[in-house]
């Protein structure tokens, strides 16, 4: 992969630049501060961002989604040396594709890194053979429709990738939850992945209009947080389940078998 790194300490980016060279990979920048750093990213046109928290000028999670914005087809990890748990949920509601906590072992950023890379390949691959997936679903009998719901692009578009991949039919992709409603009403799929914290109207509050317009639609939340009061309302309103952020191909798809049966 191309690899850009973000961070404000020169000895935790050589240090990170040597793993991933000896990893494979080729890191094509690294730079110590956000500021500018969407510009000079599309620049350098890396698949995956490493980010740290704690900048001077900008902090990474408005860099993060400033990325996401404009190139949600970049991966980005993210690095944190803070123990605050909402940061995690902050940055995977912001659409990261993998987190790591400092301090870390070598292993550790690597393995993350490989998670991330079979994520998007999984729904990259998915999305180059849409037109043999969709053969091979019609041969063997479509499973259902399906809505994805989230104000990340990036997350909508690996979802759909997961989702075809388990014979659903993605017929929609929408970024809040009022868009959600009309596309409920209008298409009734099977399956409505929902995102928690959209802007507009947020998962939690669409989910009873929801269930309104659709009724036999199965509801799942998508979330960085897997609070328990949070899943609790959630499953009160009506919802089957949740998926946690940042997405993996193993968990979403068996969640979604085992849904179908």
């Known amino acids: 992969m191309r690899i850009v790194i973000v961070d404000d300490n ?4 050589k240090v990170l630049a040597n793993l991933f060279t000896n990893a494979g990979h080729d890191v094509v920048g690294a730079f110590a501060d956000g500021n500018g750093i969407e510009e000079l990213i599309l620049q350098t046109t890396p698949d ?29 990890v993210f690095m944190t040396a803070s123990s605050d748990g ?7 509601d912001a659409g990261a594709s993998g987190f790591i906590r400092k301090p870390f072992g070598p292993q550790q950023i690597i393995d993350e890194l490989r998670a991330v890379e079979r994520t998007r390949q999984k729904a990259n691959h998915t999305a180059a053979d849409s037109k043999v997936s969709r053969m091979t679903a ?25 989702l075809e991949e388990c014979g659903l039919q993605v017929v929609q992709m929408v970024s809040n939850g009022a868009e959600a ?40 939340m998508v979330t960085g947080c897997a609070d328990k009061k949070l899943v609790a309302q959630a499953a009160g309103l009506g919802a089957v389940g949740y998926i946690i952020k940042p997405l993996r191909p193993a968990y979403v798809e068996g969640f979604i078998q085992k849904l179908l049966g």
Not at 86 to 92: K, L, R
Not at 192 to 207: A, K, Y
């Open 10 to 13: 020169a000895s935790m980016r």
């Open 48 to 76: 995956l961002v490493c980010l740290d928290y704690h900048l001077p000028g900008r902090d990474g999670l408005s860099i993060l989604r400033a990325i996401q914005g404009a190139a949600p087809e970049i991966d980005v």
């Open 86 to 92: 909402a940061v995690e949920a902050a940055a995977a």
């Open 138 to 162: 019609a041969q063997r009998g479509r499973r259902g429709s399906a809505v994805v719901a989230d104000d990340n692009g990036s997350v909508r578009l690996v979802l759909k990738g997961l």
């Open 181 to 220: 409603i009309q596309a409920a009403r209008n298409h009734q799929p099977t399956i409505l992945c929902l995102d928690i914290n959209m802007p507009v109207m947020d998962g939690l509050e669409s989910l009873p209009q929801l269930r309104g317009v659709s009724p036999e639609t199965r509801v799942i």
